[in-house]
């Protein structure tokens, strides 16, 4: 899905704003998915399929929801669970999930600019 080079480019991002508290990265499309990072201490395990429909269809509920709203236009997704958290950074075409232990609003923000801007340089590409 992803040459070396843009893995490489993703994880470095997502590494560079979380550190060591970054547990897993996902690129995804609608129809596929890779993870292209999996911390060394977690198992492969999740069920990334599942995942992956769920927050395609959870970002268009979303995109559509809000876009009306004066809240303006959808940035990014983060979700907390007893374990940790989860952001989603998606285009029109794809996208990016990060899994991280904990970060603050100001970390989160960081991630999802640097990531969207990849995402913005792949799609003018």
Request: aromatic letters at 12%; proline letters at 1%.
């Amino acid at each position: 899905m992803l040459t070396p080079e843009a893995a490489d480019r993703i994880v470095t991002t997502c590494r560079t704003a979380i550190g060591d508290s970054l547990r897993s990265v996902t690129y995804f499309t609608r129809d596929d998915y890779e993870q292209v990072y999996l911390r060394e201490d977690l198992e492969r395990d999740a069920d990334l399929s599942t995942f992956i429909g769920h927050e395609w269809r959870g970002f268009k509920t979303a995109q559509t929801a809000y876009e009306s709203s004066e809240l303006g236009e959808y940035n990014y997704t983060i979700r907390v669970f007893d374990n940790g958290f989860l952001i989603r950074v998606t285009t029109e075409s794809e996208g990016v999930f990060a899994t991280t232990d904990g970060l603050t609003v100001k970390d989160f923000e960081e991630v999802a600019t640097a990531l969207n801007s990849f995402l913005e340089e792949r799609t003018v590409s």
